[in-house]
């Protein structure tokens, strides 16, 4: 069966960093590309980060460049976001998806991340 398991996530405070991982099972991590979203209380779900199936080219959210890293790796079918200098408009609950071409999709469960002092 399909899985995504989001970790990591907890209170950090803000200028703080958190490192979040999504590990995979199930499918064929390796010909998915993967996508980091968030979703805080009374926003829309939006796109943080996302990363091709190689790994070879990443695309960022305005609100997280130069803060935020995406990577993979696909011997251990998991994929991480570093988050650095986090702020509380950072907060949110914070979910991976899988997707394929051939139009498969796959959603963690999600991990929350709170900034707050």
């Known amino acids: 069966q399909e899985q995504l398991v989001e970790s990591g996530g907890g209170l950090v405070q803000p200028g703080g960093s958190l490192r979040l991982s999504c590990a995979a099972s199930?499918?064929?991590?390796?010909?998915?590309?993967m996508i980091w979203y968030r979703q805080a209380p009374g926003k829309e779900r939006e796109l943080v980060a996302l990363i091709t199936s190689s790994g070879g080219s990443t695309n960022y959210a305005d609100s997280v460049k130069g803060r935020f890293t995406i990577s993979r790796d696909n011997a251990k079918n998991t994929v991480y976001l570093q988050m650095n200098s986090l702020k509380p408009e950072d907060s949110a609950v914070y979910y991976c998806k899988a997707t394929s071409l051939t139009g498969n999709n796959y959603w963690g469960q999600g991990t929350q991340v709170t900034v707050s002092s």
């Open positions: 199930g499918f064929t991590f390796r010909s998915y590309v």
